[in-house]
C-alpha cells in the first residue's frame, strides 16, 4: 500500500549509542518532515526537506541529524543517544508546503 | 511557548452528539492543519485551510483570521470518531506548531 513507511517501530539504546531511523515514501512528495511526540507536548519538528539533496532545522535539531540523498527516503540519525531523546518519533511527507501530511506509524524509541 | 491552544482538553459525548472542537492563536498565520491521532497512535491529516470552510464527510472545519480561531465540527458522533484531535498553526517559514491536542470519547 502506498504511504510512509518507518523502520524501526520500537527500539532500546544505551546512552551514548547511535542509530538510524529510516523513512521511506512511495508517493512522489517533495517534502518530508521529523516529529517528535512527546506526553503533553504537541508534535515538535525535528528537521524536514523541502526536496531531495536538502535538509533544514526544525524547532529542536539538537542531538539529531539527516539525510535526503534519494526522494524517497528521509533518514533521522542519533550521533550519541541521550536518555532526552526517549520518545516516539514520526515521519510525515507532503506534497507541497500547504498539503495535507501522510504519517508513518511512528517509532517508540527509549533511551536508557 | 504556546502559539496555538486548544480547547477543551478533554471531551466526552454521547453517540450522535454534535461536537465542536476549538483551537486558537496568538498571531498571524498564513494555514492552519487540523489532524486525527487514533488511539493506536497513527495519526491522519484531516483538513489544511487558511480561510474559510472545509468538509469532508461529517467533518466541518472553520477558521476565522480576524479572530485568529478554527473550529473543528463533528456531525452525528460515533464512538469510531474517539481519537486525539490536533492542530497545527504555520506562521512564516516552513514549520507547523502543533497543539496538545483534545482527546474526545465518544460513548453509545
Known amino acids: 500500500n502506498a504511504g510512509v513507511t518507518q523502520t524501526p517501530k520500537f527500539r532500546v539504546l544505551k546512552t551514548g549509542q547511535s542509530m538510524t531511523l529510516l523513512c521511506a515514501q512511495d508517493m512522489n512528495h517533495e517534502y518530508m518532515y521529523w516529529y517528535r511526540q512527546d506526553p503533553g507536548m504537541g508534535l515538535r519538528l525535528i528537521h524536514y526537506s523541502v526536496g531531495e539533496g536538502t535538509t533544514a532545522k526544525g524547532e529542536v535539531p539538537d542531538g539529531y541529524n539527516v539525510s535526503r540523498l534519494k526522494k524517497q527516503n528521509f533518514l533521522l540519525g542519533l550521533e550519541s543517544a541521550a536518555p532526552s531523546q526517549t520518545s516516539v518519533y514520526f515521519c510525515a511527507s507532503s506534497y507541497g508546503m500547504l498539503d495535507g501530511y501522510t504519517f508513518g506509524s511512528g517509532t517508540r524509541l527509549t533511551v536508557v | 511557548k504556546n502559539e496555538v491552544e486548544q480547547s477543551p482538553q478533554n471531551l466526552t459525548a454521547q453517540e450522535g452528539e454534535f461536537i465542536t472542537i476549538n483551537c486558537s492563536y496568538s498571531?498571524?498565520?498564513?494555514?492552519l492543519h487540523w489532524l486525527q491521532q487514533h488511539p493506536g497512535g497513527g495519526i491522519v491529516s484531516l483538513f489544511m485551510?487558511?480561510?474559510g470552510k472545509k468538509k469532508h464527510g461529517r467533518l466541518i472545519a472553520t477558521i476565522n483570521i480576524q479572530e485568529k480561531h478554527s473550529s473543528l465540527h463533528i456531525t452525528a458522533s460515533h464512538p469510531r470518531d474517539s481519537a486525539v484531535y490536533i492542530c497545527?498553526?504555520?506562521?512564516?517559514?516552513?514549520?507547523?506548531?502543533f497543539g496538545t491536542g483534545t482527546s474526545l470519547t465518544v460513548i453509545p
Open positions: 497545527a498553526v504555520r506562521l512564516n517559514g516552513n514549520q507547523f506548531y
Open positions: 498571531v498571524g498565520i498564513s494555514a
Open positions: 485551510l487558511s480561510s
